[in-house]
């Protein structure tokens, strides 16, 4: 009989401990907002909350959200493995980021005390600088030639190098890998469009 009663003690203590232990999570559900579910999905997508950047050579840069997304795409378009898997892309969402920072000079990769900046007629100059999009930090890189010598005076008193601005344009894109008429594989990428209106000036610290 005593036995039977340490028995029946025993689990109604279990049985409270498992009815706290429930009223606890439920709780902690409860104090998660949908835009912190959000942002959790988000880093665990891809660990860092960062992207993966691919530069298409064109000026277009490619965002994925995981290594394995990038690793995909790669396949698919490389010749030589000739897998027979083709991708097309969808535009989801755009947006226009108006006179936006896009980087500093490569001429100027330090600091300096200069009176004037001068940048030489056909030179290439390349700007890499990141963004927010969608809940993550995506990258943008940029050429540009000038046509024309460019002269820029600056307040020799203070720390400064070249930088630019512009307008970019990018896009949320849906992209589906396919075989014949079958589709294998669907995912979301960031497309970097366009770099436009892009203007030089010299940056303070």
């Known amino acids: 009989m005593v036995n039977k009663k340490k028995m029946f003690l025993l689990l109604v203590v ?5 009815s706290s232990l429930l009223v606890s999570t439920v709780s902690a559900q409860e104090i ?32 994925f959200y995981t ?4 690793d995909m795409y790669l396949s698919s378009n490389n010749p030589k493995l000739r897998s027979g898997i083709r991708t097309r892309e969808k535009e989801l969402s755009s ?14 990769p330090h600091w300096s005390y200069a009176s004037s900046y001068t940048i030489s007629r056909n030179r290439s100059i390349s700007f ?13 890189t940029t050429q540009i030639t000038n046509g024309v010598a460019v002269n820029l005076p600056a307040d020799a008193r203070k720390s400064s190098r070249l930088a630019a601005r512009a307008d970019v344009t990018v896009a949320k894109i849906q992209m589906e890998f396919y075989y014949g ?3 294998t594989n669907r995912i979301n990428v960031l497309r ?5 209106n892009i203007t030089n000036y010299v940056a303070y610290r």
């Open 14 to 18: 279990l049985g409270i401990m498992s």
């Open 95 to 108: 947006t226009v980021y108006k006179n936006r920072f896009i980087g500093y000079n490569s001429l100027t």
């Open 192 to 196: 970097t469009k366009s770099v436009r």
């Open 67 to 70: 290594q394995e997304d990038k």
């Open 128 to 140: 890499t600088a990141s963004y927010s999009y969608d809940g993550v930090t995506s990258s943008i």
């Open 181 to 183: 008429t079958t589709v």
């Open 32 to 63: 998660v907002t949908p835009l912190a579910l959000v942002q959790e999905n988000n880093k665990a997508v891809n660990g860092a909350n960062e992207m993966f950047p691919l530069e298409l050579g064109n000026g277009e840069v490619l965002n």
